[in-house]
């Protein structure tokens, strides 16, 4: 019987977000076969409330950026028609029309790649260090984010210099599209592995 006031413990119950395994572009910056797992979790522990709140919430900022991803996508998609829409008709309309196309576009995607930075910055500078300290077991899966935040901080500039593309000609809304593509993917990929490996850590180490 639990404590008066205190919320009883129960199995694990915080479901990582599963790679669907779709990819929008042909190149592979992450070598996915290679990532390493941590240890399994004890089947006989318990989690309280409180702990599983810290996995989850991985997961709920996770989700905003996957659902931040989903509106750059739709936006990039927006200026591709909005390209060939005034290619054809070469009307002055259409023509400002894509400017403030490609305007909202570069100021979002400027605003998201920012925002993923920053939270890769927090986790390397917080969670993920003190994860390492808190079971030396974690120190392969650690050590593998951290090397993927490298790289996705290259696919980000890609991103940036596919917007400064955009801005010389509607020639570069293809480069951007690219660029973008390859970050969903590679994006993707690593939130899914991530959750995958430290949600159950974090209900049982704390997030710091």
């Known amino acids: 019987m639990s404590e008066p006031g205190r919320t009883a ?3 694990f119950a915080v479901v990582p977000t599963p790679d669907d395994g779709v990819r929008r572009s042909d190149r592979r910056v992450l070598d996915e076969s290679t990532r390493p797992s941590g ?19 991985l997961v709920d ?8 991803l989903l509106q750059v996508q739709a936006l990039v998609a927006q200026v591709v028609v909005g390209t060939l829409d005034a290619g054809a008709a070469r009307s002055a309309v259409n023509a400002m029309t894509l400017r403030q196309n ?3 576009l570069g100021t979002y995607c400027q605003s998201y790649c920012r925002v993923v930075t920053l939270h890769h910055t927090l ?7 003190h994860l390492r300290r808190a079971d030396p077991r974690l120190r392969p899966v650690v050590d ?12 980000l500039e890609g991103v940036d210099q596919a917007l400064v593309a955009l801005v ?19 994006l993707l990929s690593h939130l899914s ?6 949600v159950e850590p974090l209900a049982r180490l704390g997030m710091y």
């Open 123 to 129: 986790e390397d500078q917080a969670m993920l260090p």
């Open 193 to 198: 592995y991530e959750e995958r490996e430290l």
């Open 39 to 57: 240890p399994p979790a004890d089947p006989g522990r318990a989690y309280t409330p409180a702990e599983q709140a810290e996995g989850r919430h």
């Open 102 to 104: 490609n305007w909202t």
């Open 144 to 155: 593998r984010l951290q090397q993927e935040h490298l790289v996705i901080h290259e696919v």
């Open 168 to 186: 010389t000609g509607p020639d570069g809304i293809a480069a951007l599209q690219g660029a973008v593509d390859l970050l969903s993917d590679t």
């Open 61 to 68: 900022v996770h989700d905003h950026l996957r659902a931040e």
């Open 9 to 11: 413990a129960g199995a």
